[in-house]
């Protein structure tokens, strides 16, 4: 692993970046929010890259710092609404 491009974001292309300005202007297609969504979790979190750097113990965090991103939003992601909402009600 290059230490010093560890730390460095990915490239991320055109259709990327056009799909992430028009989520923020709210003009998302379904396709570009899941592109959005890939991009962040896949590319800027690096949730499937590895996160330990045998060479320095602060790039490893730096990696976990970002892949916690990614978890949260999947823990989102993958949350049942419906026994959330019952769970709410019944409070």
């Known amino acids: 692993m290059d230490i010093k491009k560890s ?7 055109f259709d990327e970046t056009a799909a992430i300005q028009a989520l923020n ?32 113990s602060r790039f490893t965090d730096y990696h976990l710092g ?3 991103v990614a978890s949260l939003l999947l823990k989102e992601i993958a ?7 019952e769970k709410r009600r019944s409070q």
Do not use: H
């Not at 899941?34 to 060479?55: A, H, R, S, T």
């Not at 949350?79 to 909402?85: A, G, P």
């Open 7 to 13: 730390w460095k974001v990915p490239k991320i292309d």
């Open 25 to 56: 202007r709210g003009e998302a297609t379904k396709e570009q929010q899941e592109k959005v969504l890939k991009c962040i979790i896949e590319k800027m979190c690096g949730y499937n890259d590895e996160q330990f750097n045998p060479e320095s």
């Open 66 to 68: 970002r892949r916690s």
């Open 79 to 85: 949350i049942d609404l419906v026994k959330l909402s």
